[in-house]
């Protein structure tokens, strides 16, 4: 067997809460950047954070350019989203396009940490979409019910938006 090549991924977003395909993010980075031999430090994560290089005010062109210059991403697919059309939009990230790996997740990813809040606030389950930690965390914290302090605010600002 081939000798892997150390590989360090950032990973950034809400994760709230982490969710198993948060965590297969890292899996399918890991296993791409393996087969391609790219060793380093890069930035994971999502089409969908990917998008939001685009939004006015959330980034500074500065620290985008950083990122993707110097370090790299490793950008994972999710249903719903275009990241070939985010960097053709964005003349930094396509000046860079070569430091950016595009990794086709072979699950369909159309869970998201909004849909994870409804189902709890609502009571239902959400067994097997968390890790067992996560789920007992939640439990024991009384997060995300009708009866916590959150009451389901996130989700009404953010209806359709998936993080």
Known sequence: MKSRIPVVLLA????????NMHLRLFEV???????TAVPELKLL???DVLKTFQTPNLWKDAHIQEIVEKFGVVCV???G???KEYISGSPILRRYQHNIHLVREPVQNELSSTYIRRAL???????????????SYIKDHNLYTRDSSWKGSSTQ???????
């Open 12 to 19: 950034c977003g809400s994760f709230n809460p982490i969710t």
């Open 29 to 35: 980075a890991r296993d791409h950047l393996h087969q």
């Open 45 to 47: 994560c999502g089409a």
């Open 77 to 79: 697919s999710r249903t």
């Open 81 to 83: 989203h275009n990241p």
């Open 121 to 135: 606030s609502q009571g239902h389950s959400v067994k097997y979409l968390l890790p067992d930690a996560v789920i």
């Open 157 to 163: 600002r953010n209806e359709g938006k998936t993080d």
